[in-house]
């Protein structure tokens, strides 16, 4: 089983369509991040979680962490948001390891018709 | 403002060609750096992370080697390409580990 699960895998939505992704992961982390992979192939950071809630433009993400739980929430929702949406988290390692290793989802790929 | 470049964005090579793939990162100093992969269908996988130059550390045993010749410098290379090792690469960075990532536009290597 991946440490970062997310869902759904593909999402396709109508222009103006409020939009949820949701990451679940199963290790212990000190943050989860949030990235955006365009057409193109480039990544965008879109946010970087440890507690609670952030909010940028029309998107939000939330995280549990007791729940080990998090959504990235689209509001009125464009075209030009299709992309590839990734979760990743900074797992607390016990013993040495990674560090600044991400573990990452295998994404949610979304797509606005309009 | 710190950027990341990184380049060639798309290569193809033939299978035992050599590689080499370069990545700077401008506006920041001793920053963390990454080369990541990611195959068809698959997540991004770290392949070799470097705290300073000449530091590097590799998270899955490959056909391929990094170096870090500068502060801001991360170069990714093979001697001699296999045909698996075609996907996206994906060059990042970050001041600390725990503060956010910036990823370069990545490199599509397709190995024929």
């Known amino acids: 089983k991946n440490e970062v699960e997310q869902s759904p895998q593909n999402l396709t939505a109508q222009e103006g369509e409020f939009i949820t992704i949701n990451c679940s992961y199963s290790?212990?982390?000190?943050?989860l991040h949030w990235l955006q992979q365009h057409p193109g192939g480039g990544i965008v950071s879109l946010f970087m979680?440890?507690?609670g809630k952030k909010k940028h433009g029309r998107l939000i993400a939330t995280i549990n962490i007791q729940e080990k739980h998090s959504s990235l929430h689209i509001t009125a929702s464009h075209p030009r948001d299709s992309a590839v949406y990734i979760c990743?988290?900074?797992?607390?390692?016990?013993?040495?390891?990674?560090?600044?290793?991400?573990?990452f989802g295998k994404g949610t790929k979304l797509s606005v018709k309009p | 403002s710190q950027t990341i470049h990184q380049w060639p964005a798309t290569l193809v090579q033939p299978v035992g060609s050599p590689l080499s793939l370069e990545c700077t990162v401008e506006g920041t100093s001793n920053p963390n750096l990454y080369w990541y992969r990611q195959a068809a269908g698959r997540g991004l996988q770290l392949l070799f992370y470097?705290?300073?130059?000449?530091?590097i550390s590799s998270e899955v045993p490959q056909n391929l080697s990094a170096s870090r010749p500068q502060d801001r410098q991360f170069i990714l290379s093979s001697k001699k390409l296999l045909l698996s090792d075609s996907g996206f690469y994906l060059c990042?960075?970050?001041?600390?580990?725990?503060?956010?990532?910036?990823f370069g536009q990545g490199t599509r290597l397709t190995v024929v």
């Open positions: 979680l440890s507690s």
């Open positions: 990743a988290v900074k797992k607390i390692w016990n013993y040495g390891g990674s560090q600044g290793n991400l573990i």
């Open positions: 470097s705290v300073g130059i000449g530091q």
């Open positions: 290790v212990g982390i000190s943050a």
């Open positions: 990042a960075w970050r001041g600390q580990p725990n503060t956010e990532a910036f």
